[in-house]
């Protein structure tokens, strides 16, 4: 069975740092590309970053770049998404995805607050 | 990037009827590179759709998708209580970046 679990979210203090992971079990990690995307309170899916199976290609999205560094481990089976300087706006519940003709496995999330 | 406009933002059916859910594209979408998903609140989104017409493992053939281009359709045959969730659209045929459309939201007439 797929399974991916995240971990590492919680309540930060605007300015501060969080360093999510993902450990994928029941398929072969190191051949997928990998994602987080990330959802607002009551908004829709943004895709934050993804990194393909030998990271040699990342993708961040505007809004988190030179923030945000993605990276993983294949043989630990783990995904990471450090993310610095956060800002009230990167308050949401962020997923890890695994792309296989779309998005075809997700983690259950897990939610990051940035509040004083 | 492509952008992803979905319509209705809401749809207000009643279990048995037949759902009609829109996805258009601000360009083509290459090779059909289109996915649907389901989200109920609380859960991850739930892939049912992958290269605008094939079910995903495990869903229901009620379930169908169909397009090509720019427009793209997502058409529940009769609704089962479970439906009710909201589905977004997904293009991942132009990378970078992969988009998503802003979502429908079915909820029960």
């Known amino acids: 069975e797929v399974q991916l679990v995240e971990s590492g979210g919680g309540l930060v203090k605007p300015g501060g740092s969080l360093r999510l992971s993902c450990a994928a079990s029941?398929?072969?990690?190191?051949?997928?590309?990998m994602n987080w995307v990330r959802q607002a309170p009551g908004k829709g899916l943004e895709l934050v970053s993804s990194?393909?199976?030998?990271?040699?290609?990342?993708y961040y999205a505007n809004s988190v770049k030179g923030r945000f560094t993605i990276s993983r481990d294949n043989a630990e089976n783990s995904l990471y998404l450090q993310m610095n300087s956060l800002r009230a706006e990167d308050t949401a519940v962020y997923y890890c995805?695994?792309?296989?003709?779309?998005?075809?496995?997700w983690g259950q999330g897990t939610l990051v607050t940035v509040s004083s | 990037e492509i952008v992803l406009t979905q319509s209705p933002g809401t749809l207000s059916l009643s279990p048995g009827e037949r759902a009609t859910l829109s996805c258009r594209a601000s360009?083509?979408?290459?090779?059909?590179?289109l996915g649907w998903y389901q989200q109920k609140p609380g859960q991850a989104p739930r892939l049912l759709i992958y290269?605008?017409?094939s079910r995903a493992t495990g869903i229901p053939d009620r379930f169908s998708g169909s397009g090509s281009g720019t427009d793209f359709t997502l058409t529940i045959s009769r609704l089962e209580p479970e439906d009710f969730a909201v589905y977004y659209c997904?293009?991942?045929?132009?990378?970078?970046?992969?988009?998503f459309g802003q979502g429908t939201k079915l909820e029960i007439k």
């Open positions: 029941g398929f072969t990690f190191s051949t997928y590309s």
């Open positions: 360009q083509s979408v290459s090779s059909s590179y």
């Open positions: 990194i393909t199976s030998s990271s040699s290609y990342i």
């Open positions: 997904q293009q991942y045929g132009s990378s970078p970046p992969v988009t």
């Open positions: 290269g605008a017409s």
């Open positions: 995805a695994c792309s296989d003709g779309g998005y075809r496995y």
